[in-house]
């Protein structure tokens, strides 16, 4: 019998107590991280999203698609970019593993 962690705000039920966890931080919380550079007054409730906006915005760094070129801003965007029919480079042979190819390999791959 798998356990279930019900949210004590809603409705909602996981299989898990991290994933409960995540959806109070990211649903019922206000904790936030603030931007620690000067000026910058973003702030997110994750640490990987402040660490993808400092990567992006403060030390400017980006992803390339090795098919057309085009810049983005996390790999998740790359991805989507190439697998989900975006990139007008992109063959359908062109991808790997019967197109199971992860983003981890993708990010490898360039």
């Known amino acids: 019998m798998v356990e279930h962690f019900s949210c004590q705000k809603c409705e909602k039920s996981y299989g898990s107590k991290t994933k409960l966890a995540q959806h109070v931080r990211r649903f019922h919380t206000d904790i936030s991280i603030d931007c620690p550079h000067t000026g910058c007054e973003k702030s997110y409730k994750h ?5 993808n906006h400092m990567k992006n915005v ?16 996390k790999k998740s965007n790359l991805y989507n970019h190439l697998y989900r029919g975006r ?13 199971k190819e992860t983003k981890d390999e993708i990010s490898h791959s360039q």
């Open 87 to 99: 990139c007008s480079m992109f063959n359908e042979k062109d991808r790997p593993n019967d197109g």
């Open 58 to 73: 403060h030390e400017g760094e980006t992803v390339i698609c090795p098919m057309c070129g085009s810049c983005f801003s």
């Open 47 to 51: 640490r990987w999203d402040l660490t």
